[in-house]
């Protein structure tokens, strides 16, 4: 049986993760600071090491303490909005992190690596879908950071002998369990639901934009599919000499309208969602081509947009 240490498993990706890395039949340890994770979230026979990946000796004993074969970074700052206020909190946290983790796995001779990116290193690509080929020009300090992670990477692979997987997130969404909802403040169904909590009408950023409807098209991926996606990545590092960068995503975009009409779906009653200026940086339109992941890996999304919403609701 391998272990996987998982950094920022206490937050809602990585809490996903834990479970489908233990259905695996895998070993996992935690690592996470719970600066912003929850630690009700981890199992209680999941080892927790509270500890910031930015302390490199506190994660090169975790690596040795628990023998792990390989590594789930997660561990991250994420806000694209907060990126462009603190740009250099953001390179520290997440630039640094990884260069701490990969010191740590150096020293303790781990190997196996996946590693969290996201669709923010795109940018505003000029067309869809996305592969993972399409030039990537970040639009913000956040997507920055992200590729950033993934150039170190792969410059330490050859040097420090890594087999590693880069899984490029689109939208994540739902949950897998009512415990494990996603709580943040910047992702679209949580905001919807939210609003509907303070009894005010959610918010449509922008009508006007080149799509079918004029609200922005996103892919909308499962947490629990995207978990599962990392437990392919886990078992592609064991058994080869990885070095691949992958999209997860559906394949299929959903608009900001769609979304709306999904939640008024889920709840029963139209939830009079309203049009409001654009927020700036948002693209048109990002939908992830999923061909190679399912080329290599053999994964697929298998959740709907309607399971999504409906396992994100609060009550």
Known sequence: MTTWLITGGAGYIGA???????????SVVVLDDLSTGHADRIPD???????????????????REYAVDGVVHLAAKKAVGESVEQPLH???????GVISLLEAMRDEGVHNLVY?????????????PIREETPCAPLSPYGETKLVGEWMIRAAASAQRLSWVAL???????????????????????????????GVAPQ???????????SCIRDYIHVSDLADAHVAAAAYCEANDAQ???????????????????????????????????????????VASADRIAGVLGWQARRD???MVSSARLD
């Open 16 to 26: 996903h993760v834990v479970r489908a890395l233990r259905e695996s039949g895998r």
């Open 45 to 63: 026979d999941v080892p927790l090491a509270q500890v910031s990946v930015l302390d490199t000796p506190s994660v090169r004993d975790a690596l």
């Open 90 to 96: 953001y390179y520290r946290e997440n630039v640094t």
């Open 116 to 128: 969290s990116s996201s669709a923010a290193v795109y940018g505003e690509p000029p067309w869809s």
């Open 168 to 198: 490029r997130y689109f939208n994540v969404a739902g949950a897998g369990a009512p415990e494990l909802r996603d709580t943040s403040v910047n992702n679209l169904i949580p905001m919807v639901y939210a609003a509907l909590e303070r």
């Open 204 to 214: 449509v950023f922008g009508s006007d934009y080149p799509t079918p409807d004029g």
């Open 244 to 286: 691949d960068v992958f999209n997860v995503g559906t394949g299929e975009g959903a608009s900001v309208w769609e979304v709306m009409a999904a939640v008024s779906e889920a709840v029963g009653h139209d939830i009079g969602a309203v049009a409001v200026a654009r927020r700036t940086g948002d693209p048109p339109e990002l």
């Open 305 to 307: 947009l309607a399971e």
